[in-house]
Every structure is written in structure tokens, then in C-alpha cells.
């Protein structure tokens, strides 16, 4: 065998040898390649899905905010609307005059007389009912002591207990406040919702 032809075959299976690493890179690459892009679809699926839940998230951390912010306007409408109501209330209790005035506080003064026995009794009102709780009195074996600070009717005591009688107005009108507010606020609002609870216990802390 020739030097030419020992060359030959050497160069020859450089070549073969060369070829097969090429190609069992060619396909090592495209392996490669393959689960490159087969783990870069699935990052990307992934992040996709998780800026999903982060959009889901978000839009329901807006939409409860901006439910509780909708509940919280409307509890402050109805407030505001029940203590409009409560003025008026107290507005037209204050201003009632003549024989109907006369009627409700000999009334109150009366129911209040029921509580007392004996001793001194001693009767307090508005400062500008006076002469008519005077009047009043004077049927009765009780005194105007003092004003009180109300929308009329009375406070009595006697010197013989420790017992206190507040017959006021505004006495008279927070009972009925209290056990009609739901029927107010149906009728206000036409409708007696879980938002009540809330609107009347606000109502009743601001009297």
C-alpha cells in the first residue's frame, strides 16, 4: 500500500468521522433548540397565566372596593335622609302649640304622677311651656321646680325617693324612634336590606 493511498484513507475517515459529529451536533442543536423552545411556551403559558390571576385579582380588589365605597355612600345617604326626618320630627313636636300642646303634656304629667306615692313633688319643663305647666299644676299637688332643656312635656321628682320621671317629648318621641325605625326606613327606601342594621344603629348614635 502506498503513502498516497494510507493518506487517502485517513483523510477519508476524517471526513466520515467528521461528518457523523456534524451531524449528531446538527441534531444534538435541534434537540436543544426543541426543548428550548418547548420551556420558553411553557414560561410563557405560564406567565400568561399568572398575569391572569394578577388581572383577576386586581379587578376583584376594585370591584369590592368600589362596593363597599357604593354601600358606604348609600348608608350615608339613608343617615342623612333618617336625620332630615328626625329634625322635622322634633321641629314640628317644638313648635306644637294651644290645646294639642296642652293635651300631650298634661298627659305626659299625668302618666308621670303614677310613679309617686307621697313627698314633695317637684316638676321641671321647657322654659317657654312655664305658663302653661303653671296652669296645669295648679290641679295637681305638684310644683313647677325649674326649665329643662327639651321639646316639652316633663321631668318629675319628688324629695320622698330617689325616683325620676322624664315624660319629655324627646323621651316620648326616641321610644317611638327606636321601635319604628325599620318601619321609617321601609318606607323611606322601600326596601329593609342588610344595610339597615347599619343606617339605624348610626341614626340612633347621632340623636
Same mark, same amino acid.
Given at each position: 500500500?502506498? *503513502? ?10 476524517? &471526513?466520515?468521522?467528521?461528518? +457523523? ?6 441534531? /444534538?442543536? +435541534? ?17 400568561? /397565566? ?13 370591584? $369590592? ?8 355612600? &348609600?348608608?350615608?345617604? /339613608? ?11 322634633? @321641629?314640628? *313636636? ?6 294639642? !300642646?296642652?293635651?300631650?303634656? !298634661?298627659? *305626659? ?9 307621697? =313627698? ?6 321647657? $322654659? ?10 295648679? @290641679? ?11 321639646? =316639652? ?19 316620648? *318621641? ?7 325605625? !325599620?318601619?321609617?326606613?321601609? !318606607?323611606?327606601? =322601600? ?5 339597615? +342594621? ?6 340612633? $348614635?347621632?340623636?
Amino acid at each position: 500500500m502506498s *503513502l498516497e493511498t494510507v493518506v487517502e484513507d485517513i483523510r477519508e475517515e476524517a &471526513r466520515a468521522r467528521a461528518e +457523523e459529529i456534524t451531524s449528531d451536533a446538527d441534531q /444534538r442543536a +435541534e434537540e436543544i433548540i426543541s426543548e428550548a423552545e418547548s420551556d420558553a411556551e411553557q414560561i410563557v403559558a405560564e406567565r400568561e /397565566r399568572e398575569i391572569e390571576r394578577q388581572i383577576d385579582q386586581e379587578r376583584e380588589r376594585r370591584l $369590592s372596593s368600589a362596593t363597599l365605597e357604593a354601600k358606604q355612600e &348609600r348608608l350615608a345617604a /339613608r343617615r342623612e335622609v333618617l336625620g332630615t326626618v328626625r329634625e322635622r320630627v322634633e @321641629s314640628a *313636636l317644638a313648635s306644637l302649640e294651644g290645646d294639642r !300642646r296642652e293635651e300631650l303634656t !298634661r298627659t *305626659l304629667l299625668e302618666s308621670g304622677l303614677e310613679e309617686f306615692e307621697d =313627698g314633695e313633688i317637684e316638676v321641671y319643663g321647657r $322654659s317657654e311651656d312655664a305658663a302653661m305647666l303653671e296652669s296645669i299644676l295648679e @290641679s295637681y299637688d305638684a310644683t313647677l321646680a325649674g326649665e329643662q332643656d327639651c321639646l =316639652g312635656g316633663v321631668v318629675i321628682e319628688s324629695s320622698a325617693s330617689r325616683v325620676r320621671v322624664k315624660n319629655t317629648f324627646d323621651s316620648v *318621641l326616641n321610644d317611638v324612634w327606636e321601635s319604628e325605625i !325599620r318601619s321609617i326606613s321601609d !318606607r323611606l327606601f =322601600g326596601d329593609i336590606d342588610d344595610d339597615l +342594621e347599619d343606617v339605624t344603629s348610626n341614626a340612633d $348614635s347621632d340623636q
